[in-house]
């Protein structure tokens, strides 16, 4: 069982090293709310998102490869500031906030896609419990293979599936308390101000 652990701190305050846990749609959109912080936040790890999302492997179709991504997680390593945005649009460049990363990104793709076109509840919570499976794995390879310079520190992560996704908190904690990792997920005003700005600005995005 996971021990979960409540913070009022924003999720971007959390020590260098840790990994920084939100759910994903797979159409490589993060347009509103928390995910747009993420964006603006690391654009490299958005990039990396985006590229994953859209570039299916040869012979694959775009929309089964996308299919395929639903219930896994994408962990992706600190990147430092991308000086070669090709990945990112104009608008995304202009927003992104320049530093460098010490973050872990775990990106759940827990619905396939976004806004009206969102996974129904029970499926969102079915791909969490694969996702976090999934998750779990990764991180536990990757520490068995860091060195003390790359270790790999807390798991933290935002309330996934609350927000755009509209899928009742306690819900998703159940899922999560039944898997192995232990989280420090927080609820405090940093969060919650991106929440509010995504849902003024953009209503169907996630």
């Known amino acids: 069982m ?25 159409k490589g959109v993060w347009g509103s709310g928390v995910a747009l912080e993420f964006k603006n936040r690391y654009p490299a790890a958005y990039a990396s998102y985006r590229t994953h999302c859209l570039n299916p492997p040869p012979g694959i179709s775009l929309a089964k490869h996308q299919a395929s ?20 649009t104009e608008s995304d460049s202009k927003s992104a906030i320049p530093t460098s990363s010490t973050h872990h990104i775990a990106c759940l793709y827990t619905s396939l896609s976004y806004g009206r076109s969102r ?16 998750l779990e794995t990764q991180i536990a390879g990757l520490r068995s293979r ?13 309330r996934i599936n ?23 997920v927080v609820s405090g005003l940093g969060v919650e101000a991106a929440e509010a700005e995504g849902e003024m600005g953009m209503k169907d995005k996630v």
């Open 146 to 158: 860091t060195g003390e310079k790359q270790k790999v520190g807390e798991v933290w992560a935002v």
């Open 69 to 88: 991504l639903v219930g896994t997680a994408l962990l992706i390593a600190p990147l430092p500031f991308p000086t070669n945005t090709n990945n990112l």
């Open 162 to 184: 609350s927000g755009r996704f509209g899928v009742e908190w306690d819900r998703t904690k159940e899922v999560l308390e039944e898997g192995g990792l232990d989280l420090v």
């Open 119 to 134: 996974s129904p509840p029970e499926t969102i919570l079915q791909n969490t419990q694969a996702a976090m499976a999934d």
């Open 2 to 26: 996971s021990r979960i652990t409540s913070s009022e701190a924003s999720i971007f305050s959390a020590p260098s090293h840790s990994i920084l846990i939100h759910a994903c749609n797979t």
